[in-house]
């Protein structure tokens, strides 16, 4: 179990201006359910299953957001290698714009690009994370690494929708439970190398570059798993989100 408060502010702006709330719960069990023969014939080190739930409250300048998910997890690794499959993850998301927030945009295709931006979603997602690392093989400081990360959503629910003929709204996508559900692809992929030099010099770099595209029943990708740029993973010297358009300061994303 965890918690974790984050206050971000903008240097120009006296009080906090985004306060970030996650709360997140986790339990392992040191077997694969429901895949014994799996664990049974193979070499795995740590394979385990993973329940998690988590709860995120954002409070932002422009909007309130909240995401309530839950997940299922396989997690395992042999020689080199590591994994972690997803085969569900369910997840709320309501994102609530400021009552003024829709007054500064001017342009039709900005208004409905927030208006599906900020439409209350549901993400079914399946993911699978595959990561390689020669770090332990290594007596020097040098390693690479590799890491992929493949995810889709929604399709199971549109293949019901389209077995059931079920009905869309009045404009024209499926919801469950009254809620519109998040149809798209994604895949990461990020690679290091580190090679020594000498005892104190080193040379190091990094590629990390994906690429994600909503279909179906989606015509954006959901607020959650779109890109953005800085924080510690990406450049370290900016808060996430605070370049480019997302620091604006007028209300909106110009």
Known sequence: FSAETQFNNNDSIR????IQHNISASIFFPKLWLLPKLQQSTKLRNAKTALTANYIYEVNQDFNRNIFALSYNYIFAKDLYSYTVTPL??????????????????????SLYYQNLFTPSFITALRGAFIYNDAPLRK???FFFARLIAESSGNVLAAVNAIGNQNPNSQGYYEVLGVRFAQYAKIDIDIRQTKQLSNDQYFAYRLHTGVAFPYGNSVIIPFERRYFIGG?????????????????QTGINE
């Open 89 to 110: 993850e369910v997840s709320y998301n309501k994102t609530d714009p400021r009552r003024n927030f829709f007054a500064f945009i001017n342009n039709p295709l900005d």
């Open 232 to 248: 510690a993973n990406s450049i370290r010297g900016w808060r996430p989100r605070s370049i480019g358009p997302g620091s604006s």
């Open 15 to 18: 009080f906090f201006n985004t």
């Open 140 to 142: 020097d400081k040098s």
